[in-house]
């Protein structure tokens, strides 16, 4: 496998509506990004994932793009933009942005003029399309609920969106759309971005003849979803964008995709693959309903851990994952994985030991490094987030009553992840000095950076000793680039895994049960590297506590 600058690093995703506010509007901004560099920097971090910061009406936080060009008033100015790159790059960070181009903005100054000229040539930047027999040209149903169809005013067309009707998607196949993407993907990269974290990217290829398929739901229609796992083709979009882009400015780029199909995984990370690398969903997607977030099953430790093991065994053929525990469009890993026992600081410091020392590019999302949980919802009305909205409404459709839907949404809404980063205790956990856009998660009083500082027994301490391990010379090696092994697997309740590079062994092992369990290890210990209990010695027969987590160097 060839070495990329890239393999060794650890990424840090921002939310930046929700990061830190610094002129009291309510509103995260790229000042508010700025303060914290050193923060990153403290942790370990490398590699900075923005989250959209382009100019934007908001409907789907961002991710409506309404100028690829401009950075949102609400988030600051270009001038803001460029200082932020210098002061990241100052401090050795990388920076990446969000690249949103399966859709834009129903806003962007493309679609204002495929409206305003249906048969134009910007209409040809869209999927313009005559309905059938006074219907929508396909029974798709969008991610946030309805038709993937929507009205032309004053003609007899539609336009398609796989989200919200405020996101229209992008014609790829038009190749005039596909040089102004690429134009504005070198523009950024020119100014020095590292690379993009890339949205929604296998959605681009569509099965131009919009076949229906047999519905799924009441509603009479079927998860878009099924046109994007039936049709073929996305690899020549997709080595197009990277020829014309990425690979000419050996750029970091980590894709969001879903459905990808048996046995692509080489094309998308293989050693010249289509993307650096792929997030690693399969022990999220383990919660996917199949109606919705109403019918999502909970998690269940013995099959999260055959998950994440089964992935990793695959995914180290063919090339690296990007690996998470929670990000913008998903609920608190410890609120999530974690049973009631463990959503505490030993629980937080376990789960984020087992990922972030798995094969593959550890992503921290913004809070995780303090533990930060799912917030209490007291009803609807406290959410912002367009998919919560539709999956309330979905779960009342299926004959939940309001409260039994607002448990769900409490469970499984994205806005669990976009609550205000919590500073310190005071007021809006320092977030803001004005009104918060989304509300600060009740708990900051408990959990917040301020006391974590002053903790050395702290989730974030932990972190930072987590990441230093990781990346330390001694360590970086086995961590980056060594095998993968699962250990342990039979056992109730223990997740256990070496790494290995024909030099040194480690050893991750933790105990996820309510009781203590007794573990014969398979090789002796050299030295300990890192424990949430403070422990001083490790011998063949470990008993390993509740809770407890440890990294050990083995013979
Ligand atoms: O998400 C794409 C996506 O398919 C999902 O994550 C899913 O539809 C969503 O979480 C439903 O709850 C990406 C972004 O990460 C997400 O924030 C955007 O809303 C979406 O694309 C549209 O740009
Ligand atoms: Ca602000």
New binding site residues.
């Given amino acids: 496998m060839e070495k990329k600058w890239w393999h060794d690093k650890v990424a840090y995703q921002i939310y930046p509506k929700s990061f830190c506010d610094t002129n009291g509007d309510g509103i995260g901004d790229l000042r508010g990004i700025i303060s914290k560099l050193d923060y990153l920097k403290q942790l370990g971090v490398d590699i900075i994932w923005l989250s959209p910061i382009y100019k934007s009406p908001f409907v ?2 961002g ?1 409506d793009i309404a100028d690829y060009y401009a950075i949102a008033e609400e988030f600051g100015t270009m001038e803001e933009f460029d200082e932020l790159l210098a002061e990241a790059k100052k401090r050795n960070m990388d920076l990446i942005m969000d690249l ?1 181009i ?2 834009c903005s129903d806003q962007h100054e493309w679609f204002q003029k495929a409206l305003a000229d249906p048969y134009g040539e910007y209409a040809d930047y869209f999927y313009f399309r005559k309905g059938k027999d006074g219907n929508p040209p396909s029974n798709y149903r969008s ?2 609920g309805g038709s993937c169809w929507e009205p032309v005013p004053g003609t007899d067309l539609y336009y398609f969106h796989m ?1 919200a009707k405020e ?1 229209p998607d992008l014609n790829w196949e038009n190749p005039k759309l596909r040089q102004e993407l690429y134009n504005m993907v070198n523009w950024w990269l020119d100014k020095g971005l590292a690379g993009f974290r890339i ?2 990217i296998i959605n681009i290829k569509k099965n131009l003849a919009f076949p229906d398929f047999e519905p799924d739901a009441p509603d009479g229609l079927a998860g878009c979803w099924k046109m994007v796992e039936s049709v073929d083709g996305v690899g020549e979009f997709l080595e197009d964008l990277k020829r014309n882009t990425f690979r000419k400015h050996d750029a970091f780029t980590v894709a ?1 995709v ?1 459905n990808m199909k048996e046995g692509e995984l080489p094309e998308f990370i293989g050693d010249d693959g289509h993307f650096s690398t792929i997030f690693d969903f399969s022990a999220h997607s383990l919660s996917d309903g199949e109606h919705g977030w109403y019918d999502a099953p909970p998690i269940d430790f013995k099959r999260w851990r055959k998950t994440v093991m089964d992935s990793q065994m695959e995914v180290q053929k063919s090339g690296f994952e990007a690996n998470i525990i929670e ?3 998903e609920p608190r890993g410890v609120s999530r994985f974690l049973p009631d026992y463990a959503k505490n600081s030993d629980g937080a410091k376990m789960l984020g030991t087992v990922s972030l020392l798995l094969r593959g590019i550890p992503f921290i999302y913004q809070g995780q490094e303090i533990g930060m949980q799912n917030a209490v919802w007291n009803s609807i009305d406290e959410f912002d987030d367009i ?1 919560t909205k539709d999956q309330y409404h979905i779960a009342r459709e299926a004959g939940l009553s309001d409260e039994e839907a607002l448990e769900v949404c409490s469970r499984m809404s ?1 806005d669990n992840a976009r609550t205000p980063m919590q500073w310190c205790g005071e007021k809006n956990a320092g977030f803001t000095t004005g009104t918060p856009w989304l509300k600060v998660n009740s708990n900051y009083p408990e959990i917040n950076v301020e006391k974590q500082e002053k903790d050395a027994g702290s989730v974030l301490n932990y972190y930072r000793r987590l990441v230093a391990v990781r990346k330390s010379p001694e360590y970086k090696n086995v961590f980056t680039y060594g095998e993968f092994e699962p250990e342990y697997a039979d056992t109730d309740t223990v997740m256990g895994y070496y790494r290995f590079d024909g030099e040194k062994r480690m050893l991750v092992v933790a105990n996820f049960g309510k009781d203590a369990v007794e573990l014969k290890l398979r090789h002796p210990v050299k030295n300990i590297v890192l424990s949430n209990k403070n422990r001083k010695r490790a011998e063949f027969a470990l008993k390993l506590e509740s809770l407890e987590v440890l990294v050990l160097e083995c013979m």
């Fill in positions: 789907d936080q991710y949103v399966n859709h991610y946030f989200f996101q949205d929604a969001e879903f990000n913008h469009d998919s994205r």
